[in-house]
């Protein structure tokens, strides 16, 4: 399951989205609602969470937008602003649910998993390429009746290549995206990740391979190709 918060408090960011990695979600955080647009016409999510009050673009005119352009991603709008017309303004913009600031860890990742378990209806928890799959609930990757399980970081990476094979991702987009902009590990993580899900793909027989294009990243093809 993927959630993309955006907030622009960055402590609550980093808080909230270390709260669903430990529940087995993968997250991605925007700062500002132009990036959370930027997010939204990039990657399918299963649950998008927006602040009202950010920057660029506020969290009504980020969710107008996602529901003009016709997706049900279930949205949960999440403020300061606790004043019953702001609640209802939400909720006529598209909004699945409305939980104001401050609230508690517990059900704010209640709500989050509520909202996923109805967006499960209509979103393919499995994804493929060639002769892998990618089960989303389990974090496991699996070829033929060979599989193998990923940890939390493996599967954000291989979930980003498996939703967008062939497309070229350089080290730094990948860093930001998995590790966030604060992060305080090394650029080489994503390499000695990237090395991690290669032997795990060679492990099950994959016929997919994670590819280094020489001055630009990584991407995601058939083996041979």
Same mark, same amino acid.
């Given at each position: 399951m993927r959630v993309l918060i955006a907030e622009d408090e960055p402590e609550l960011a980093r808080g909230l989205k270390f709260?669903?990695?430990?529940?087995?979600?993968?997250?991605?955080?925007?700062?500002?609602?132009?990036?959370?647009?930027?997010?939204?016409?990039?990657?399918?999510?299963?649950v998008i969470v927006l602040d009202i009050m950010m920057p660029k673009v506020n969290g009504l005119d980020v969710l107008r937008q996602i529901r003009e352009s016709g997706a049900k991603v279930p949205v949960m709008m999440l403020t300061a602003k606790a004043e019953i017309e702001d609640?209802?303004?939400? !909720?006529?913009?598209?909004?699945?649910?409305?939980?104001?600031?401050?609230?508690?860890?517990?059900?704010?990742?209640?709500?989050?998993?509520?909202?996923?378990?109805?967006?499960?209806?209509?979103?393919?928890?499995?994804?493929?390429f060639g002769n892998v799959r990618l089960d989303c609930n389990r974090y496991e990757l699996y070829c033929g009746d060979r599989s193998v399980r990923l940890n939390n970081k493996e599967?954000?990476?291989?979930? !980003?290549?498996?939703?967008?094979?062939?497309?070229?991702f350089s080290a730094n987009h990948l860093m930001e995206r998995i590790?966030?902009?604060?992060?305080?590990?090394?650029?080489?993580?994503?390499?000695?990740?990237?090395?991690?899900?290669?032997?795990?793909?060679?492990e099950?027989?994959?016929?997919?391979?994670?590819?280094t294009v020489r001055g630009a990243g990584y991407m995601l093809k058939e083996a041979g190709c």
């Open positions: 709260l669903l990695e430990k529940n087995k979600f993968s997250v991605d955080t925007a700062k500002d609602g132009a990036e959370a647009l930027d997010y939204f016409h990039s990657t399918d999510y299963d609640r209802v303004a939400g !909720l006529e913009a598209g909004a699945d649910d409305y939980l104001p600031k401050p609230f508690a860890s517990l059900e704010f990742i209640a709500r989050v998993k509520a909202l996923s378990r109805r967006n499960a209806g209509y979103t393919d928890l499995v994804h493929s599967f954000q990476l291989m979930e !980003l290549f498996m939703r967008h094979p062939g497309y070229v590790w966030g902009q604060d992060a305080e590990a090394d650029i080489n993580v994503v390499w000695t990740y990237i090395g991690f899900i290669r032997r795990k793909l060679k099950i027989g994959s016929g997919a391979e994670i590819r």
